[in-house]
């Protein structure tokens, strides 16, 4: 399994969106938290009506300005961890 770890400011909760919420993949086709991380990563999220975190990321962009990053991130709490030395 692969883990990219990442430090993320979240912004706020999404109270109203949950795992069980559909966004579009890269291809256009639809698909929930809970089927992306099963098919993708073998994960299963058992708190699945937990709301999301909303992460905004600083705009980036590709060499000749290509941008790569838009919008906000959405987060599963449940696959969010914090250790604790960061926490120091």
Known sequence: ???RMALCW??????DKSAKDTFALMDGTKT??????????GITINKI??????????????????QIITGG??????LS???EE???
Do not use: A, I, N
Not at 73 to 78: D, I, Q, R, S, Y
């Open 32 to 41: 929930t938290f809970v089927e992306y991380y099963r098919e993708h990563y």
């Open 86 to 88: 960061m926490r120091k």
């Open 81 to 83: 961890f914090m250790t």
């Open 49 to 66: 009506d937990q709301p999301l975190l909303r992460h905004w990321p600083k705009e980036r962009s590709k060499p000749g300005g290509k």
């Open 1 to 3: 399994m692969y883990l």
């Open 10 to 15: 979240m912004s706020c909760t999404e109270w």
């Open 73 to 78: 991130m959405l987060l599963v709490p449940e």
